[in-house]
């Protein structure tokens, strides 16, 4: 059987936690800021996590299953 591949995309966007979680970035703070109010650009800056439906899709596109 050949290797599995990981997604690059995917190895560029998520990183793991020491606890075993995926980090992400959050969406909306490109472009457009002008009309979002400071505190929501300020919210958005931080981290979030891959919601627990969506992390074994995630950790296959990263190899880890």
């Given at each position: 059987?050949?290797?599995?591949?990981?997604?690059?995309?995917?190895?560029?966007?998520f990183?793991?936690?020491?606890?075993?979680?995926?980090?992400?970035k959050?969406?909306?703070?490109?472009?457009?800021?002008?009309?979002?109010?400071?505190?929501?650009?300020?919210?958005?800056?931080?981290?979030?996590?891959?919601?627990?439906?969506?992390?074994?899709n995630?950790?296959?596109?990263?190899?880890?299953?």
């Open positions: 059987m050949p290797k599995t591949k990981t997604n690059s995309s995917a190895k560029k966007r990183s793991l936690t020491g606890s075993g979680k995926i980090k992400r959050h969406a909306y703070k490109r472009h457009i800021l002008t009309k979002k109010a400071k505190d929501s650009k300020r919210a958005l800056t931080k981290s979030g996590l891959v919601s627990t439906s969506d992390t074994p995630v950790k296959f596109m990263l190899g880890l299953i």
